[in-house]
């Protein structure tokens, strides 16, 4: 069996939905564009002074229309991430402001290397599905800070992207990116490589920023993915249960609007929901009532059937030492029970304001015990234990035995050099370095095993071409992080 | 009798009461106090302890919220009194406080709002998603001695930048002093737009802005 998590019983999710159906209509939502304003009075909400009053009737057809299930594929166009079913993936946290330097253990504004680093790092380790954009370079003009972003994780990776837009201007450019990254819009379409975070802000505001991507994403066919963040007892209530309404009532309003744009366009039940540390007005993800909000919320998401999201694995510790490593073991194992199919967060330190690749590489090693976790206790063998036994009575050379060496890669999870399991004769000194300097060698091992993608095609040229015109517009000469040699050689191949 | 008076001034704010606060204040009044006594004497020593338990972490965030409101009932009653025999409500200093166009994150740039507004300042707080010419308009509007800028995205960071080329433009820069703060804002940045100064979080920012008005004061 697959263990399962849940923190919410039927009975509990009913209300929930109940409350969230009413808070709908009364005090119902505001929506910041004319345009998605129009969609939901076009679908049967009542609008009044820019606050749209949806019927649970609206809102519940528009849950009928969301896909239950679909795909993002690898540039290769294999299905790499699933969302549906209890299926779980991980991505690395999204957006931070900067990065943790492994030398001083400050941390600093990250740049355009800091983030290929990041994303090579993450492309080797098969825990990440997926890729997110990380950083924002500050080596990059800041109104292309989130596009740019975008291009690296493309031009350095061939798994799916977990991102999003800053604004409404540069969603068009992050979707031209995409678009040239497939070779088409259709293409992108039929087999999208990318699924854009959109954020309502709380309490139950989709505002003009939030409210035009979720139409643009949806009539571009390209996934969506709905962060609501109630921020309990400051930007949602004080509880659990209210706050969980909250998230329900924003996702849902949220569903309304993208599905009145593009009816079964996907869009998944996605949140960042945490408390709000009465001490100091933080936002403390790595908080155990964080990880219960998450989970409870997703789980309302997957009582209705629909793919799901979370913000979980992220600390708000300043460096990836032991209270990073609580906190994200613990929400990357319960979050994995859950069966919450996309999990962003790992490598993320300080409420999501700073990235480690060191804790991301230690965060890997509790994903893969998660994983290990939830693939369950295994019956391999036509009796449990008694023909073993048969085999070798009570002198207990199990390790001699053939299904012993048949069978324990399967049994047993092998975690890397990060974790240290030797078994050291006592008396022999000093322990050699913990967990963080371990891994700080194995970035650099991680690295040394990343090789330059294959791509197919012209894909880099396209990319080069569609990123160059808003780099020009923007004032960058260059493309921070691509080897200068790199576009050289680009450029004389074209010019042949 | 006077004393008791005060102290029971000073808990109804320690203990977030707004309607003891109010019904205090009045009483107050009746009995023959001098409005700026009980303000001085009565009220605002109860916002002082309520900043030292905050900082011990005996109070918290919604204590305070409470508490400010508990001021603000107190001197709702007090102030017209006040006015009316020719004097002004002790401010401390005012202040102008957004964030920046773009940008829709406000709970840090509140809690700075909150803080200053417990600490005597009046605070006149223009939300979200402001534009440069909206904070250059209420700077003139409230006479404001400092401005606050908040910014939560690498992206709308620049917008400080642009207020206070605004605030030059309109001839306002010697009059307000200008100070900055947000998750991905630094000291050096404030340094390289021209800020005056830089709050980390709301307890620094309370210290910035006092030190300021004081700088300010001897300056002119
Ligand atoms: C809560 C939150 C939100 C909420 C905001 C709710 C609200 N009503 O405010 C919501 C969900 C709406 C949101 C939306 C978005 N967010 Co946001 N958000 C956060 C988060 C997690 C916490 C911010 C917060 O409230 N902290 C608590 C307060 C108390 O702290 P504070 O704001 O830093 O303020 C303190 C100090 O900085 C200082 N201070 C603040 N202002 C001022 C002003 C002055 C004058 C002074 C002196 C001091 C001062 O004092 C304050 C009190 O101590 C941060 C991560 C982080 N750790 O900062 C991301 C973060 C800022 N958001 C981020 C992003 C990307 C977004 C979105 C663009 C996401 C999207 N794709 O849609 C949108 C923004 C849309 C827009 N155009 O504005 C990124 C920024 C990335 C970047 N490089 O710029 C961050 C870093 C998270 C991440 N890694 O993704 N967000």
């Known amino acids: 069996m697959r263990p399962n998590l849940a923190v919410l019983d039927v009975s509990l999710i009913d209300r929930i939905l109940q409350e969230a159906f009413s808070l709908l209509m009364n005090p119902g939502v505001k929506v910041g564009t004319i345009e998605a304003a129009e969609l939901l009075s076009s679908g049967g909400a009542r609008l009044e002074n820019g606050v749209a009053h949806i019927p649970e009737w609206v809102a519940r057809r528009a849950l009928q229309s969301v896909p239950r299930e679909f795909y993002l594929y690898d540039r290769g166009g294999h299905a790499a991430v699933h969302y549906g079913g209890d299926d779980v993936h991980f991505d690395p946290g999204s957006s931070c402001l900067s990065i943790l330097d492994p030398d001083t253990l400050r941390p600093r504004l990250a740049q355009s290397r800091d983030l290929v680093r990041l994303i090579q790092v993450a492309e080797v380790l098969p825990q990440y599905a997926a890729q997110s954009t990380a950083v924002v370079c500050n080596d990059v003009p800041s109104e292309i800070g989130d596009l740019y972003r975008l291009f690296l994780v493309l031009w350095y990776s061939?798994?799916?992207?977990?991102?999003?837009?800053?604004?409404?201007?540069?969603?068009?450019?992050?979707?031209?990116?995409?678009?040239?990254?497939?070779?088409?819009?259709e293409a992108l379409k039929w087999k999208p490589?990318?699924?854009?975070?959109?954020?309502?802000?709380?309490?139950?505001?989709?505002?003009?920023?939030?409210?035009?991507?979720?139409?643009?994403?949806?009539?571009?066919?390209?996934?969506?993915?709905?962060?609501?963040?109630?921020?309990?007892?400051?930007?949602?209530?004080?509880?659990l249960a209210g706050s969980i309404v909250q998230h329900a009532a924003e996702t849902i309003s949220g569903i309304a609007i993208h599905q009145l744009a593009s009816p079964g366009a996907p869009v998944v039940w996605g949140g960042a929901p945490a408390i709000f540390d009465m001490r100091s007005g933080g936002t403390p993800m790595g908080a155990i009532e964080t990880v219960m909000l998450d989970i409870a919320c997703a789980q309302v998401g997957k009582s209705l059937g629909l793919p799901t999201h979370t913000y979980l694995v992220a600390s708000d510790s300043k460096l990836a030492d032991a209270q990073a490593g609580m906190e994200s073991s613990i929400?990357?194992?319960?979050?994995?029970?859950?069966?919450?199919?996309?999990?962003?967060?790992?490598?993320?330190?300080?409420?999501?304001a700073c990235h480690s690749i060191e804790k991301l590489v230690l965060d890997a090693e509790v994903i893969a015990s998660a994983q290990r976790m939830?693939?369950?206790?295994?019956?391999?063998?036509?009796?449990?234990?008694?023909?073993?036994?048969?085999q070798v009575g009570l002198q207990g050379e199990f390790?001699?035995?053939?299904?012993?060496?048949?069978?324990?890669?399967?049994?047993?999870?092998?975690?890397?050099?990060?974790?240290?399991?030797s078994t050291r004769p006592e008396g022999e000194g000093e322990v050699q370095g913990d967990a963080?300097?371990?891994?700080?060698e194995r970035v650099q091992e991680l690295l040394a095993s990343y090789s330059e993608l294959e791509f197919p095609g012209q894909t880099r040229s396209r990319l080069q071409e569609s990123v160059s015109r808003a780099a020009e517009r923007a004032g960058l000469v260059t493309l921070p992080g691509i080897p200068v040699n790199e576009l050289q050689r680009m450029q004389g191949s074209a010019a042949i | 009798m006077r004393d008791e008076a005060l102290r029971a001034m000073q808990a109804s704010i320690v203990n977030g009461a707004p309607e003891t606060a109010a019904v205090l204040a009045q009483d107050a009044l009746t009995a023959g106090f001098e409005p700026l006594d009980a303000i001085n004497l009565g009220f605002v020593p109860g916002m002082h302890a309520v900043g030292e338990q905050f900082a011990q972490h005996t109070l918290f965030l919604p204590d305070m919220m409470a508490s400010a409101e508990a001021m603000r009932a107190a001197m709702q009653v007090l102030e017209p009194e006040l006015r009316k025999r020719g004097g002004e409500r002790p401010n401390a200093g005012t202040v102008v406080l957004g964030t920046t166009k773009g940008d829709i994150h406000e709970i840090g740039k509140t809690l700075v709002g909150t803080l200053l507004t417990a600490h005597g300042f009046k605070v006149h707080d223009l939300g979200v998603d402001v534009a440069s010419d909206v904070f250059v308009a209420n700077i003139l509007k409230t006479g404001?001695?400092?401005?606050?800028?908040?910014?939560?995205?690498t992206t709308t960071?620049?917008?400080?930048?642009?207020?206070?080329?605004?605030?030059?433009?309109?001839?306002?820069?010697?009059?307000?002093?200008?100070?900055?703060?947000?998750?991905?804002?630094?000291?050096?940045?404030a340094e390289e737009i021209g800020a005056d100064g830089y709050g980390q979080d709301a307890a620094s920012a309370v210290e910035l802005v006092k030190g300021l008005m004081h700088q300010g004061v001897h300056a002119g």
């Open chain 2, 144 to 153: 404001a001695d400092v401005v606050g800028i908040s910014a939560l995205l």
């Open chain 1, 158 to 185: 061939h798994k799916p992207v977990v991102t999003g837009a800053f604004s409404t201007s540069t969603l068009q450019a992050m979707i031209d990116l995409l678009v040239a990254d497939s070779g088409g819009g």
């Open chain 1, 331 to 352: 929400s990357a194992v319960l979050g994995t029970l859950a069966g919450i199919n996309m999990i962003s967060g790992a490598g993320m330190l300080d409420a999501l």
């Open chain 1, 436 to 440: 963080f300097s371990r891994a700080r």
């Open chain 1, 399 to 421: 390790l001699k035995l053939k299904e012993t060496r048949q069978l324990f890669r399967g049994e047993q999870h092998f975690p890397s050099s990060v974790i240290d399991r």
């Open chain 1, 193 to 239: 490589r990318a699924i854009f975070d959109v954020c309502p802000s709380p309490p139950l505001n989709w505002t003009d920023f939030a409210a035009h991507n979720l139409v643009v994403l949806a009539r571009a066919g390209i996934p969506a993915e709905l962060i609501s963040m109630p921020l309990a007892g400051a930007t949602g209530p004080v509880t």
């Open chain 2, 157 to 189: 960071m620049r917008g400080q930048k642009s207020v206070i080329e605004a605030i030059e433009r309109a001839g306002l820069r010697a009059r307000v002093k200008v100070i900055v703060g947000g998750a991905p804002v630094s000291r050096r940045w």
């Open chain 1, 374 to 390: 939830v693939a369950g206790i295994g019956t391999p063998t036509e009796t449990l234990a008694t023909s073993m036994f048969a």
